[in-house]
């Protein structure tokens, strides 16, 4: 990994401290005993995360970084933070997490740095608190593609429903503020139904079911993650027999974020029309590329990678935005998208 940078010496001591039960613990790395990594996994009820992991595991697998035990926070705040001390008492030089409240994990932030634990924040960019580096794609970007390929799809007018993240995750809120302002400004004449759903698919499936019973002429979706709204509301359109071809009366435009192997198989199918394809396997490469970084004390710099994405200053630290490609049937079979590259060797 090629970036602007600068090395200078490694800091922090390992820690001494009495070790405290694990949370949601997972199996150790054969990798080697010094300079050991703590990595959180956010949530396993998501193919987009279990992705994740799987790129995660072959990481450590090959010995990338070496890393302790995974856990797993659950999508739950207290569990991160109970599973980052345990990191710390275990003498973790380095963290990576992927903080799903990004506001409540800020203290958490600031005794890692008091420690001189440097964190990788992964997909989620924390409000406050010290990071080392944020991986993560451009959110605003997904909320404004989506709201441009929907709103060209149906030529400017419609009724749209919008599955919004949790809004007290910076991605939920990014998404929804850039998907509402472009809808505003270039396309007035679609109305927009915003849903909130805390990423929760059953939640999203029982609110659309009451918008299309009082709007059945609805005719746009945004879901903001395909790896938990997906599957329960292609049920639901089944079910009220509107899952409808592309180019045939009745056909509901849905676009999607993501880029899991079952978007994929959905777009083939006609089911959904598009998807986002967040790189789940970049995510993990970089993820662990500077968790490596940060142990050898390199500091980084805002500026174009060789990775084909750009480093920039946040308030906190670093984010390094990595390309979100959109993807339809045009382009579903492109054999570097990283859905098609699972289980290939």
């Known amino acids: 990994?090629?970036?602007?940078?600068?090395?200078?010496?490694?800091?922090?001591?390992?820690?001494?401290?009495?070790?405290?039960?694990?949370?949601?613990?997972?199996?150790?790395?054969?990798?080697?005993?010094?300079?050991?990594?703590?990595?959180?996994?956010?949530?396993?009820?998501?193919?987009?995360?279990?992705?994740?992991?799987?790129?995660?595991?072959?990481?450590?697998?090959?010995?990338?970084?070496?890393?302790?035990?995974?856990?797993?926070?659950?999508?739950?705040?207290?569990?991160?933070?109970?599973?980052?001390?345990?990191?710390?008492?275990?003498?973790?030089?380095?963290?990576?997490?992927?903080?799903?409240?990004?506001?409540?994990?800020?203290?958490?932030?600031?005794?890692?740095?008091?420690?001189?634990?440097?964190?990788?924040?992964?997909?989620?960019?924390?409000?406050?608190?010290?990071?080392?580096?944020?991986?993560?794609?451009?959110?605003?970007?997904y909320g404004t593609k989506a709201c441009e390929y929907l709103g060209q799809q149906l030529k400017g007018k419609g009724k749209v429903v919008e599955f919004e993240g949790a809004l007290d995750s910076i991605n939920g809120r990014d998404r929804s503020e850039a998907f509402a302002a472009c809808m505003q400004t270039e396309f007035p004449h679609i109305q927009l139904f915003p849903l909130a759903t805390d990423w929760k698919g059953d939640v999203a499936s029982a609110k659309l079911q009451t918008t299309l019973a009082a709007n059945p002429d609805i005719n746009g979706i945004y879901m903001q993650a395909g790896g938990v709204f997906l599957q329960p509301t292609l049920a639901l359109l089944e079910q009220k027999h509107l899952l409808k071809p592309p180019g045939t009366p009745g056909h509901i435009t849905i676009i999607s974020n993501d880029g899991i192997p079952e978007e994929f198989k959905a777009i083939k199918a006609g089911q959904i029309d598009a998807t986002i394809s967040q790189p789940a396997d970049l995510y993990a490469k970089y993820a662990l590329a500077y968790a490596k970084a940060a142990l050898a004390g390199t500091v980084q710099h805002p500026g174009p990678t060789d990775h084909n994405s750009t480093i920039v200053a946040i308030p906190n630290g670093l984010e390094d935005q990595l390309p979100a490609p959109l993807v339809t049937k045009a382009n579903v079979d492109d054999p570097s998208l990283w859905a098609n590259q699972l289980g290939k060797s």
């Open 1 to 141: 990994m090629r970036v602007r940078r600068t090395t200078v010496a490694a800091c922090a001591a390992l820690l001494a401290l009495t070790a405290l039960a694990a949370c949601n613990r997972g199996s150790d790395s054969k990798a080697g005993t010094s300079g050991k990594v703590g990595i959180d996994l956010p949530r396993s009820d998501s193919d987009f995360w279990n992705s994740y992991n799987n790129y995660i595991e072959k990481g450590v697998k090959d010995g990338v970084v070496s890393a302790l035990p995974r856990s797993n926070s659950q999508n739950d705040i207290g569990k991160l933070v109970a599973n980052v001390q345990t990191f710390t008492n275990e003498g973790a030089k380095a963290i990576v997490m992927a903080p799903q409240d990004t506001g409540a994990i800020a203290s958490t932030l600031d005794t890692l740095a008091k420690k001189n634990i440097p964190v990788i924040s992964v997909d989620t960019r924390p409000d406050k608190g010290k990071v080392y580096m944020v991986v993560r794609a451009d959110n605003k970007a």
